[in-house]
């Protein structure tokens, strides 16, 4: 990563030095206008002297608002899953904001260089103001940024004696969103409340510093919304997105908070960087660092620069702002994690500093973004303009409808969600060396969101060689990879629906599509045997759950079977008539044109080839009682993500239970029952081996018992013995020995070679996978693989690798695939690729009547992963269904 001279950025862009004379006074030192009331007068503390709890901090903008209606106002832009309200406040100049609405038509049209005329562009540039978003909180126990957002709200239109103010008031338009996750700061306040003594205890093992589970980071399913971005799962992040688009920022911020111990971080990044990011964009983050240095050095703040925080995966609140065409950053405070933090130098940290030092950053943000305003302006419409006529990588993406209806369906309607332009292609076209029978999606690459586009769609998104080779270095020394999250998100790959790079933009036409458009449903007309659900996709198996909660009799089959000409895949279910209630048609049209399915009329139940519906071969699908392990022992985004994706996305009430109740409760009232991944002592802290048993007990009792992620290690624990499968070491590795006593067989070491060796660790594990996406492939006669036939792709993280179990002990529904073939998208050590090659991914054992599932990796996690999604309900529907459980 290349970073220019900071003193050569000043001068190029007219960064005055003189503004920062020792002579100066700091915003600290300002005097404000008694008309405009204060935190103390509103709420009854100072600025960092209290968490303020986020219907407060909401309250209070919205006072100032009131106020001072010339200089600021409130905008709502969403309300969180327990009802909070999120809103932004927008600050300015009298003039700018008394023309809101001009600012964003032109906003809109500066994002489009396309046919914009040098006149128009240069008039634009000269008379728009900076935008500058800050954002506050988005992880809710990182608290101080919050109250740093109320102060610089207030400071903007309370100061009175404050160059810095006035000019940020007159060249840009600053946009403070407060609290990104009030859920999350909700449950933190609450938490440290209760927990709160006489004084502040900066004793970092206190009950105030220590959160219950999940703790605040989260909202309220338990997302990490700082990977939320691209995705767009939760209400609080559509919300957001939808305001920058809205708005079209230019200098973007995310403040955040990390270890106490740590001090202040800002950009410059850390390496790597997404390759989609331009040197412009990297050097806007020199022209706000220098400004940062400059004013913490004057209040005599530490801070670090280029260290553990990089810009390559596109779901954070720098990333894909930045890949909107702005300069986005991310702000961390060392936390107090209350209002106090004993360092391990004896020195207390305390809430009020880094609520000083998030404020101080908020304002030198807002100062060189104002002071450098036709910069950055024009630089936002320069990286669009480029990105428009990028003439490097693919031109263009295809997407398929034909194996993944849904999935593809789902998939272009994110993809508008984005701001990226997406047409419909009709049924039988055929472009780029592709058919699409069934039509499909078109995403021309050189368009005004081609940065996020291109890494959003593209297969891969490639690691600068360099830096690969230094992760290869460090791990020769014994060292941890430098990556701070997956390298691996092609959004076609994720949701499993098939994609075409194009080398040449294709001569296509069709609808845009938008975010809000219907999902398209294909539905029958009345027909004398009933219907049939095609097993293709996870829409049809969610019409089935639908169909299933009202209580209409339908059938899986094992095998696929062919009627009228039609052949229908394992797992389609069918619906007879005769044993149907009344209003069968009307249920039938209404779930599917709410969901998007399909589904085929049936005259007859004669089948041409495969089972007749009498045979045992089909089974009855069943409405299933799901219960889930929740709190202490479990990971709480994996619990989250599970949750979220079983109630949200396919409306299926899930029972939360307590690990620690899992092995005394009654389980006999739910047909399944769901491990999230674990933390701390996990399973074995929360149920142990005693425990255990009323698990056993469950599926033995035609339960579904399913283990997502590293919850396979409790039931694969030889004390535990659920399923057959047992972790593995690194291969190649030596093994640790017992020996005699204290003493162990004598050794020569001749050479470096032999050194090298000697040190390698005994019994250790694989080195772990940051995160890829590795291909799978299914098991044809395993009867949870319906839907698979084509195959998938699975996030690996981690360092998890289980051996293969022989056919005689489990099915191994989903396998890894081969070496040459395992990865899809990111990067994996080489020795990673040779060990993972062939090994499973979905293993089913029947027990007794009932079945234990494990997935080795999680395909629930962050929500993101929908092509897994059909696995997951597999096992939660088509499992129970073949239970021999009693009813």
């Not at 503390?45 to 968490?51: P, Q, V, Y």
């Not at 260290?307 to 405070?333: K, L, S």
């Not at 089948?607 to 071969?617: K, L």
Request: charge should be negative; proline fraction near 6%.
């Amino acid at each position: 990563m290349t970073h220019r001279i900071l003193l050569a950025a000043l001068a190029a862009f007219g960064l005055s030095a003189a503004a920062f004379a020792q002579s100066a006074p700091t915003p600290l030192e300002a005097r404000y206008d008694t008309a405009i009331p204060d935190l103390e007068a509103a709420l009854g503390h100072d600025f960092g002297e209290e968490i303020t709890p986020p219907e407060d901090a909401v309250d209070y903008l919205r006072t100032l608002a009131d106020r001072a209606p010339e200089r600021m106002q409130v905008f709502d832009y969403a309300t969180s899953w327990e009802g909070r309200p999120l809103v932004y406040a927008v600050i300015g100049s009298a003039e700018n904001m008394a023309r809101l609405d001009e600012i964003r038509a032109g906003l809109q049209r500066l994002a489009d260089p396309r046919g914009l005329s040098n006149a128009d562009r240069e008039d634009l540039i000269a008379t728009l103001p900076v935008i500058v978003w800050l954002g506050y909180g988005v992880h809710g126990d990182e608290i101080s940024s919050t109250d740093a957002a109320l102060r610089t709200a207030y400071h903007l239109i309370a100061a009175a004696n404050d160059p810095v103010a006035d000019t940020i008031r007159e060249d840009a338009l600053v946009i403070i969103d407060p609290t990104q996750n009030p859920d999350g700061r909700n449950r933190f306040v609450n938490s440290f409340t209760q927990a709160r003594g006489l004084q502040a205890d900066g004793y970092r093992y206190s009950a105030e510093h220590d959160q219950p589970w999940p703790g605040g980071r989260h909202n309220h399913y338990l997302f990490d919304m700082n990977r939320d971005w691209f995705i767009m799962t939760q209400p609080e992040t559509l919300g957001r997105t939808a305001a920058m688009l809205d708005w079209r920022p230019m200098v973007i911020v995310d403040a955040h908070e990390m270890g106490g111990d740590q001090s202040y971080f800002f950009p410059p990044v850390a390496d790597p960087v997404n390759p989609v990011l331009t040197d412009g964009q990297l050097e806007g983050h020199d022209i706000i660092g220098l400004n940062h240095a400059m004013w913490f050095d004057r209040i005599g703040s530490d801070y670090f620069t280029r260290e553990i925080f990089d810009a390559f995966y596109p779901g954070y609140g720098d990333t894909w702002p930045m890949m909107q065409g702005g300069v986005a950053m991310t702000y961390e405070q060392g936390s107090a994690r209350g209002l106090v933090w004993t360092r391990r130098n004896g020195e207390d940290l305390t809430y009020a500093d880094g609520v000083t030092n998030h404020f101080i950053a908020s304002l030198s943000t807002a100062q060189a973004a104002a002071e450098n305003r036709e910069r950055f302006v024009r630089g936002f419409h320069d990286v669009r303009a480029a990105a428009s006529n990028n003439a490097d990588g693919p031109a263009a993406i295809l997407l398929s409808r034909e194996t993944n209806r849904w999935g593809a369906e789902r998939l272009a309607r994110l993809i508008a969600r984005q701001g990226i332009e997406i047409t419909r292609i009709d049924a039988g076209t055929t472009a780029c060396g592709t058919a699409l029978p069934e039509g499909g999606f078109l995403v021309q690459l050189n368009q005004p969101a081609g940065q996020l586009a291109r890494t959003l769609l593209e297969r891969d998104t490639p690691l600068p060689e360099d830096f690969l080779a230094g992760q290869e270095d460090r791990r020769t020394r014994g060292l941890d990879h430098e990556l701070y999250d997956v390298t691996a998100w092609s959004l076609p790959v994720m949701f499993n629906v098939q994609s075409t790079e194009c080398a040449n933009r294709p001569n296509l036409s069709g609808d845009a599509v938008t975010a809000d458009d219907a999902m398209p449903a294909s539905v029958a007309d009345s027909a004398r045997f009933g219907y049939v659900i095609p097993w293709t996709d996870a829409g049809q198996a969610r019409l089935v759950a639908a169909l299933a909660a009202e209580g209409v009799p339908m059938r899986t089959a094992a095998s696929e079977f062919t009627i009228d000409g039609e052949t229908y895949p394992a797992g389609s279910v069918v619906i007879a008539r005769t044993s149907a209630p009344a209003n069968l048609d009307s249920l039938m049209r209404l779930h599917a044109r709410m969901i998007g399915a399909s589904y085929a009329g049936l005259a007859t139940s004669w089948t041409e080839s495969g089972p007749n519906f009498g045979s045992s071969q089909f089974a009855d699908i069943i409405a299933p009682r799901i219960a889930m392990a929740w709190g202490e022992g479990t990971d709480a985004n994996s619990a989250g993500g599970l949750r979220y994706v079983l109630e949200r996305r396919y409306g299926l009430p899930v029972t939360v239970i307590r690990a620690a109740r899992l092995g005394s409760a009654d389980l006999s009232g739910f047909d399944v029952l769901i491990l999230p991944e674990q933390s701390g002592g996990g399973y074995g802290a929360e149920i142990g081996e005693s425990g255990s048993g009323n698990l056993s007990r469950f599926a033995q009792g035609g339960g579904t018992l399913i283990a997502l992620g590293d919850a396979t290690r409790f039931v694969t624990d030889p004390d535990i013995n659920l399923l057959p499968l047992r972790r593995e070491r690194a291969a190649d590795t030596p093994t640790g020995s017992s020996g005699e006593g204290a003493l162990v067989s004598g050794s020569v070491i001749e050479d470096d070679a032999a050194l090298q060796a000697a040190l390698e660790p005994r019994n250790a594990r694989p080195d772990t996978s940051p995160g890829a996406l590795l291909n799978v492939t299914a098991n044809a006669d395993a009867f949870l693989s319906a839907g698979y036939a084509e195959g998938a792709a699975a996030m690996v993280t981690g360092s998890d690798i289980y051996t293969a179990v022989p056919l005689d002990e489990a099915d191994t529904v989903l396998r890894f695939a081969g070496p040459d073939d395992l990865v899809a998208s990111g990067y994996l050590w080489d020795e990673n690729i040779a060990q993972t090659a062939y090994k499973p991914f979905m293993v089913s054992r029947r027990t007794g009547s009932g079945f234990v599932v494990a997935f080795t990796q999680d395909p629930t996690a962050r929500g993101y992963q929908e092509g897994l999604d059909l696995a997951l309900l597999n096992a939660v529907i088509l499992a129970p269904a073949r239970s021999w459980r009693l009813r």
